[in-house]
């Protein structure tokens, strides 16, 4: 019983994307292939034994309950017409049911650019891109967001309504490279939101597994794109160390996280990704942070850690995205690598973070590590009012402690 | 499908005087952009509106109209002429309106939902 519901729920987050993509493209109409894609893993739901070829059965399923609602559309369009001279109503064409053979991979992609079309807002492209190509459910992403379900139903209602009425299209832009940035954006955007939350799992799903699973897809059909590859090393590199980011509810830090903890294959497979990128040798802001968390991941020790090709990498990263944040973490590795006071001086030059309590709370740390608790205090003090999360907030607890007399 | 296009300018548009040697090229500019329309098959129709300073606003509460000096809002971008397109879809419609020779613009693009044929 157990299997059968794991086998219906491998079918919507593996399969329903591919087959959703090729309905919309062959019919030309999203919201009657989502439709009948959902009709069919209902009825897949209620399986009593998984079909040989699960994929080619939701495709035949779904196909014939299109067909069905077309008839049943036209049928209803014959009997409006046959009193259109009562309404007067323009006569349509019967839909083209020729069907030609198509690229999957080509319909998969069309369908990934259209839920991340720059069109849409921010979150409408990760609501989308998680229920069409991901396959999950509305009540899926709303837990996993923690926002009540019908507002997230909402969201995509409204979201494909504007591609329909606003006439957003499935094909492929002249300006592909662009278009998958906003793709791998969208899709950073659900890995960390799952990284950030993955301390307090439950019967959630989990989006860091999901963010992977959309990645690679996403890198095989632009084969040639090596942020895509850049990106799933960065998220690979991240799931890896995710058992020893908490002890007891507490952040870890990583110079203190155990790391026989880490998953040795996971890092491997990043390791993969990431050369897979770099062999591409078109640098980007991505394949810059998967090096970064590569030289982390692959450090036996925290001593170990490369900290000199990590400032320099984080270097590279502000000079490609400038940014204050990137800024901060370049003056933490540059402090790692140089001593205390050069980092300290890096952070005096930061502009904009006032309000950001890692910049208080990595100021208070090299001020405690070059023996000046008595500034470290405040600056300890500032980032504790500005944490929300529980596990930073004792984690910063403890360093106030540490360093009052 | 057709398409709105509403040109919103950030700052006021200081007119060129038709003396003024940048005249005959910005003119050509839309000029080329316009044949492109047309030649594209895209064109409907479009205009360029005179200064804001000119628009006059009615405002009918409950039946009742008053007449008021200025646009209907108030806006940092000022609605400073339209174009009319035909396209096959939306990234058509915002490929051509990315084309316009503007330096500074905004442009706002909206599908038409019913525009009676004469």
């Known amino acids: ?405 | 499908m057709e398409y709105m296009l509403f040109l919103g300018e950030a700052n006021p548009r200081e007119p060129i005087a038709p003396t003024d040697p940048a005249f005959g090229a910005y003119m050509a500019d839309w000029q080329a952009y316009n044949q492109k329309l047309i030649d594209g098959g895209h064109w409907i129709g479009g205009a360029q509106l005179q200064p804001i300073a000119t628009a006059t606003t009615i405002k009918r509460v409950a039946g009742e109209d008053t007449i008021v000096d200025g646009p209907f809002a108030e806006t940092k971008e000022q609605l400073g002429g339209y174009y009319l397109i035909e396209a096959k879809d939306l990234d058509e419609a915002l490929e051509l309106a990315a084309a316009m020779p503007f330096t500074d613009a905004v442009i706002e693009v909206r599908p038409i939902q019913y525009r009676p044929q004469p």
């Open chain 1, 1 to 405: 019983m157990l299997d059968l519901r794991e086998a219906a729920t491998r079918l919507a987050r593996e399969e329903s994307g591919h087959v959703l993509a090729l309905l919309a493209h062959r019919f030309g109409d999203l919201d009657l292939a989502d439709e009948c894609v959902q009709d069919a893993l209902v009825a897949a739901a209620a399986w009593t034994t998984v079909p040989a070829n699960p994929a080619g059965w939701l495709y035949t399923v779904a196909y014939n309950r299109a067909i069905d609602r077309l008839r049943r559309a036209a049928a209803e369009r014959r009997r409006l017409q046959a009193a259109s001279y009562l309404l007067a109503l323009p006569t349509e064409e019967e839909p083209d049911m020729v069907v030609e053979h198509s690229d999957v991979g080509d319909e998969h992609l069309r369908l990934v650019l259209l839920c991340c079309h720059p069109a849409l807002d921010r979150d409408a492209q990760v609501a989308l891109t998680l229920r069409l190509v991901g396959g999950l459910t509305t009540a899926e992403i709303a837990a996993a967001y923690l926002v009540p379900e019908p507002t997230l139903a909402q969201r995509i209602v409204r979201a494909k309504r504007k591609i329909r009425d606003a006439g957003i299209p499935l094909s492929i832009p002249a300006s592909l490279d662009e278009r998958v940035d906003t793709v791998l954006a969208v899709l950073y955007l659900i890995y960390n939101e799952g990284y950030l939350s993955r301390s307090s799992q439950g019967a959630r799903v989990d989006l860091v597994d999901e963010a992977i699973r959309l990645t690679s897809a996403v890198a095989s059909l632009v084969p040639g794109n090596a942020e895509a590859l850049g990106l799933l090393a960065l998220e690979l590199y991240g799931r890896a160390r995710t058992s020893s980011r908490f002890a007891g509810g507490e952040l870890v830090l990583l110079e203190h996280q155990d790391r026989t903890m880490w998953d040795a294959a996971g890092i491997e497979q990043a390791n993969r990704a990431l050369s897979a990128a770099l062999a591409l040798e078109v640098p980007g802001a991505f394949q810059l942070q998967a090096w970064i968390a590569s030289h982390h991941a692959n450090a036996r020790t925290a001593a170990e850690t490369d900290w000199s090709a990590i400032a320099s990498a984080y270097g590279q990263l502000l000079a490609l995205t400038p940014s204050p944040v990137v800024a901060l973490n370049r003056a933490v590795a540059v402090a790692m690598a140089d001593g205390a006071p050069a980092g300290l001086a890096l952070l005096d030059g930061i502009t904009g973070l006032d309000e950001y309590h890692l910049y208080w709370a990595a100021r208070g740390e090299l001020l405690a590590r070059s023996g000046d608790p008595d500034a470290a205090a405040p600056a300890f003090r500032r980032a504790r009012a500005l944490a929300t999360n529980p596990a930073e907030q004792r984690h910063l607890d403890r360093r106030i402690a540490a360093v009052s007399p």
